[in-house]
């Protein structure tokens, strides 16, 4: 595996990635292998607002949550040290916020084929209001649009063929920590 455009020297390790991919479960189990801190930035917006993901956009829409999303990211990127840091699927739509992560961090992205990933849908759906009243077509059509975003990354793993524990895994092999 290669690590793209390797920074000298990173603090962070930041997760990155379509919804359901995995990027909090995987982050946690990263954490805890390597002792260092987790931060799943939904769960974080969550507990500084005291709301659900799903009711802030109900309540305050879609805007409000980015806005909560890029206050939080760039903060976090710039103060912490050696964290993994699970970002929600679509946190890189904000340029600023993907700068500072490819700045201030290791960006990993988990990438999945649209076949492997469909089968999720129905499990993830409630908990995601941006898949929430779209056709299987429109999901797709979301889906392609975002894989472009996570092309700005410094490691990828393929999350086809394997699991949970396998992906972080090969992470850890793949860094000379
Ligand atoms: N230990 C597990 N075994 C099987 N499925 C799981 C496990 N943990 C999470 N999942 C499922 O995997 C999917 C991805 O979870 P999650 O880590 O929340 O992804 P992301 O943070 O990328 O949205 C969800 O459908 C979740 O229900
Ligand atoms: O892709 C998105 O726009 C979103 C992804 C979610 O996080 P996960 O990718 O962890 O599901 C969460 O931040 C919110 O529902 C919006
Ligand atoms: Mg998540």
Redesign the pocket.
């Known amino acids: 595996m290669t690590i793209h455009n390797m920074p000298e020297t990173y603090t962070n390790l930041i997760m990155t990635g ?3 991919v995995g ?2 479960t995987v982050g946690k189990l990263l954490a805890s292998q390597l002792n260092w801190p987790f931060v799943d930035v ?1 769960h974080e917006i969550e507990l500084q607002h005291g709301k659900a ?1 799903t009711q802030i956009f109900k309540e305050l829409g879609e805007p409000a ?1 980015r806005e909560m ?1 890029k206050q939080f990211i760039t903060t976090l990127c710039k103060d912490s040290t050696q964290q993994v840091i ?1 970002l ?4 890189f739509l904000q340029e600023e916020i993907r700068q500072a992560c490819l700045e201030h961090g290791l960006v990993i992205y988990l990438d999945i084929s649209w076949e492997s990933w469909k089968i999720r849908l129905p499990y ?1 759906q409630d908990s ?3 898949l929430q009243q779209k056709s299987l077509e429109e999901v797709e059509q979301l889906f392609t649009t ?1 894989r472009s975003l996570y092309q700005d990354h410094h490691l990828c793993i393929q999350m086809d063929e394997i699991g949970f524990e396998e992906a972080a895994k090969q992470i850890i092999s793949s860094l000379n920590l």
């Open positions: 379509f919804m359901g990027k909090t939904d993901v949550f999303e699970s929600g699927g679509g946190a993830i995601r209001p941006i975002r």
